[in-house]
Nanobody, 113 residues
Framework: VQLVESGGGLMQPGGSLRLSCAAS????????MAWYRQAPGKEREYVAS????????QYADSVKGRFTVSRDNAKNTVYLQMNSLKPEDTAVYYC???????WGLGTQVTVSS
C-alpha cells in the first residue's frame, strides 16, 4: 500500500484548495478512503471519508458544508476540495484506506493572512 498526498499550500482565509491522494498497492475501488489532519501540538483527527463507489460521504462537524470528498476510481485517486478555509484548518493532511494502517507523508495546508 502506498499513499501520496499532494496539493497543499499557503492560502488566505476564505480561499480554496484541492488536495489529492494517489493510491497504489491495493484494489482501490473496493475500499472506503478517509482524510485526516494533524495540527501542530494536536492529535490527528478525522476529516472526511468516501465509500468505495463514491456514493456515500461523511464529514467531521468542523468541515461540514465547506469540504467535499470525492474519488476517481479510474485514477486511483481521492480528493478533498476545501472551500472557505479558516486558520484553524491549518494542519498536515493525510489520506488513509479505511481499516488500513498505512499513512502517507501528508501535505501541509497553512491558512493565514
Amino acid at each position: 500500500v502506498q499513499l501520496v498526498e499532494s496539493g497543499g499550500g499557503l492560502m488566505q482565509p476564505g480561499g480554496s484548495l484541492r488536495l489529492s491522494c494517489a493510491a497504489s498497492g491495493f484494489t482501490f475501488s473496493v475500499y472506503a478512503m478517509a482524510w485526516y489532519r494533524q495540527a501542530p501540538g494536536k492529535e490527528r483527527e478525522y476529516v472526511a471519508s468516501v465509500s468505495g463507489g463514491g456514493g456515500n460521504t461523511q464529514y467531521a462537524d468542523s468541515v461540514k458544508g465547506r469540504f467535499t470528498v470525492s474519488r476517481d476510481n479510474a485514477k486511483n485517486t481521492v480528493y478533498l476540495q476545501m472551500n472557505s478555509l479558516k486558520p484553524e484548518d491549518t494542519a498536515v493532511y493525510y489520506c488513509k484506506r479505511v481499516g488500513g494502517t498505512t499513512w502517507g507523508l501528508g501535505t501541509q495546508v497553512t491558512v493565514s493572512s
